[in-house]
């Protein structure tokens, strides 16, 4: 089992930045991915971000590249989604899920989830 507990979410202004944590515990593997995701409401959950657990390998999706940084402090099992430029567009419940083999991007590869924070992004 892993648990995944999601954190930083809040209210912030259009061109502000936040940083979301996800915090992992229980059993991990050296090919897990760690992917952030965001889903509004009525529309399916989308792929943010990934980041290999031990390679640091990376990926994002188009609408946030060179905008948001994702990164991990092994020591922490921790990782975090750095949002700058926020955009009304970015606000959503971000998930953060992990995919024990390597799965990045769609969201039924997945094998845990967090519940979630919620970004609010005001114009």
């Known amino acids: 089992q892993v648990q995944l507990v999601e954190s930083g979410g809040g209210l912030v202004q259009a061109g502000g930045s936040l940083r979301l944590s996800c915090a992992a515990s229980g059993r991990t593997f050296s090919s897990a991915f760690i992917n952030w995701f965001r889903q509004v409401p009525g529309k399916e959950r989308r792929f943010v971000a990934a980041i290999n657990w031990t390679g640091g390998s990376l990926a994002y999706a188009d609408s946030v590249k060179g905008r948001f940084t994702i990164s991990r402090d092994n020591a922490k099992n921790t990782v975090y989604l750095q949002m700058n430029s926020l955009q009304p567009e970015d606000a959503a419940v971000y998930y953060c899920?992990?995919?024990?083999?390597?799965?990045?991007?769609?969201?039924?590869?997945?094998?845990?989830w967090g519940k979630g924070t919620l970004v609010t992004v005001s114009s």
């Open positions: 899920a992990a995919s024990l083999f390597g799965v990045v991007g769609p969201a039924g590869g997945m094998d845990y």
